[in-house]
């Protein structure tokens, strides 16, 4: 059972890291109805440094829809580069092409930093930080927008990859479909720390703590058609090792 009933106060200290692309935005997104925390609220967070931080660590969204009154939520790869989320695909692409009429969308992205294991089942829940994002998607047309664009799903996926790989052809860019969100209207909310038990409860015998939780990747697997000539790339390793 998920403690999101858990009406306690929880302090949410959050350290902010440079993003990707190297610089902290110092301002805030402005609270909106909509965007507006309000279970728990002391949860929520608006600084763009903090939302951008969360995006730039997460690996796939899921963008949320709705057709002819019919909701769908589609897991997809993305990229950022300042106040743009791009998504991308073949022009084929169903949730592509809707979005392209300026549906309102939300997405959200989530990453898991925990499992918090209380003394009883109703306190048990998760450590977190996730973002939600809400506006119109626009589709990128200027070819160098695009190239920006492609370059940050390639980053985002791996770090210093853009520049050791082969860059996309005039056919490659043209036949791909790229949207960008702005990232206008967003918040971010946090959950950190120990269970919140009940008062009385903290006398029973049950452990009770925390399991932080990461994403690792384990030994790189060399493609079949490689030759064994060719080495580790720098990005490879320097992921690779950075999550040791
Ligand atoms: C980690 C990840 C990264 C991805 N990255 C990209 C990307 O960068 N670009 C891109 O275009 N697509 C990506 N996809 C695929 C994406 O989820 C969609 O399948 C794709 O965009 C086609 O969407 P559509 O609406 O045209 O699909 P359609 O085939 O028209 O969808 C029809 C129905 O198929 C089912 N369906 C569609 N996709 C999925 C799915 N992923 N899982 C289960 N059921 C599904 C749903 O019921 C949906 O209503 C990614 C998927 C994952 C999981």
Same mark, same amino acid.
């Not at 949320?64 to 939520?73: A, T």
């Given at each position: 059972? %998920?403690?999101?009933?858990?009406?306690?106060?929880?302090?949410?200290?959050?350290?902010?890291?440079?993003?990707?692309?190297?610089?902290?935005?110092?301002?805030?997104?402005? %609270?909106?109805?909509?965007?507006?925390?309000k279970r728990l609220a002391e949860r929520g967070?608006?600084?763009?440094?903090?939302?951008?931080?969360?995006?730039?660590?997460?690996?796939?969204?899921?963008?949320?829809? &709705?057709?002819?009154?019919?909701? #769908?939520?589609?897991?997809?790869?993305? =990229?950022?580069?300042?106040?743009?989320?791009?998504?991308?695909?073949?022009?084929?692409?169903? %949730?592509?092409?809707?979005? +392209?009429?300026?549906?309102?969308?939300?997405?959200?992205?989530?990453?898991?930093?925990?499992? &918090?294991?209380?003394?009883?089942? #109703?306190?048990?829940? %998760?450590?977190?930080?996730?973002?939600?994002?809400? =506006?119109?998607?626009?589709? &990128?047309?200027?070819?160098?927008? +695009?190239?920006?664009?492609?370059?940050?799903?390639?980053?985002?996926?791996?770090?210093d990859r853009w520049a050791e790989v082969r860059?996309?052809?005039?056919?490659?860019?043209? =036949?791909?479909?790229?949207?960008?969100?702005?990232?206008?209207?967003?918040?971010? +909310?946090?959950?950190?720390?120990?269970? +919140?038990?009940?008062?009385?409860?903290?006398?029973?015998?049950?452990?009770?703590?925390?399991?932080?939780?990461?994403?690792?990747?384990?030994?790189?697997?060399?493609?079949?058609?490689?030759?064994?000539?060719?080495?580790?790339?720098?990005?490879?390793?320097?992921?690779?090792?950075?999550?040791?």
């Open positions: 059972m %998920m403690t999101s009933m858990n009406p306690e106060s929880i302090s949410n200290p959050v350290t902010l890291e440079p993003t990707v692309s190297g610089t902290i935005p110092s301002d805030a997104l402005p %609270m909106t109805s909509r965007s507006q925390v967070h608006y600084e763009r440094a903090l939302v951008y931080e969360i995006l730039d660590e997460g690996l796939i969204c899921h963008i949320g829809f &709705v057709i002819e009154g019919q909701p #769908f939520v589609i897991p997809t790869a993305y =990229g950022r580069s300042g106040d743009r989320l791009y998504i991308h695909g073949s022009p084929a692409s169903r %949730m592509l092409r809707a979005l +392209k009429t300026q549906l309102e969308v939300c997405v959200t992205v989530t990453l898991l930093d925990g499992l &918090v294991l209380a003394r009883s089942a #109703f306190h048990h829940s %998760m450590n977190y930080r996730s973002v939600v994002i809400f =506006g119109q998607a626009e589709v &990128v047309s200027s070819p160098d927008e +695009k190239l920006t664009a492609l370059q940050s799903f390639t980053e985002h996926i791996i770090a860059q996309p052809t005039p056919q490659e860019i043209s =036949g791909t479909l790229v949207l960008a969100l702005p990232l206008h209207e967003a918040s971010a +909310k946090v959950r950190t720390g120990s269970p +919140k038990d009940d008062e009385a409860d903290y006398a029973l015998p049950v452990w009770a703590g925390e399991i932080p939780l990461r994403l690792m990747p384990l030994s790189p697997i060399p493609d079949p058609r490689l030759p064994s000539t060719i080495a580790i790339s720098p990005s490879v390793q320097q992921y690779t090792q950075r999550a040791q």
